[in-house]
């Protein structure tokens, strides 16, 4: 079943997955900014996270009137495609949106968008081979990118400095009322809302 066969109608959930990486070391790092986000939607709305199989742990809540289920793929970051494609089936539901870590947008600003390519992040190039489609909502969270560009990987698996945590906690609460103004009042409104920000 292609990702465009999917349901995109009314009764469909709203799936958001948050990427990141399994595993206490990871915990609050750059790169599991996905995971700090749906950490902080279930905190405010005191909502535990079930482990639903060995794949992903989820939790469910309405946000704004909607039934939302919230996706953590308990795969390393670089295989959360295959995750996706099973949870988006299970939930025959289009109406997706990934968050995830950028480092080519500074630190605490979001990016919103319909669609697009993986822009050089594995998580997200997973994830457009596996649903085979690049037709998704996402939403990008800026951390800003390493000064040596060969010490990426250590950057991104590192954790925030005191400056950046400040950035970020605000990028957060800005990334859950954008996700909540995605499902009550359409993508196009979050975008003109929170990318000029």
């Not at 939302?68 to 995750?83: C, D, H, L, Q, V």
Request: glycine share 8%.
């Amino acid at each position: 079943m292609r990702f465009e066969d999917f349901s995109n109608n009314n009764n469909a959930p709203w799936i958001i997955i948050g990427l990141g990486n399994p595993g206490n070391k990871y915990n609050n790092t750059r790169h599991n900014v996905g995971w700090s986000i749906l950490d902080k939607i279930n905190k405010n709305h005191s909502i535990n996270i079930t482990k639903k199989n060995k794949d992903y742990y989820l939790s469910s809540i309405s946000m704004k009137n909607s039934k939302t289920i919230m996706i953590y793929p308990a795969t390393y970051i670089n295989n959360s495609g295959e995750i996706v494609k099973k949870v988006v089936k299970k939930y025959n539901s289009k109406k997706i949106i990934v968050v995830y870590d950028d480092i080519n947008l500074q630190t605490g600003r979001i990016r919103i968008r319909k669609s697009g390519s993986a822009g050089g992040h594995n998580g997200m190039r997973s994830i457009i081979n596996s649903i085979e489609s690049e037709d998704f909502m996402r939403v990008r969270v800026g951390i800003g990118e390493p000064k040596i560009k060969s010490e990426q990987i250590s950057y991104v698996l590192g954790k925030f400095s005191p400056d950046e945590k400040i950035l970020i906690t605000k990028s957060i609460d800005r990334c859950i009322k954008a996700l909540e103004t995605i499902i009550e009042k359409g993508i196009e409104e979050a975008m003109n809302l929170y990318n000029s920000q």
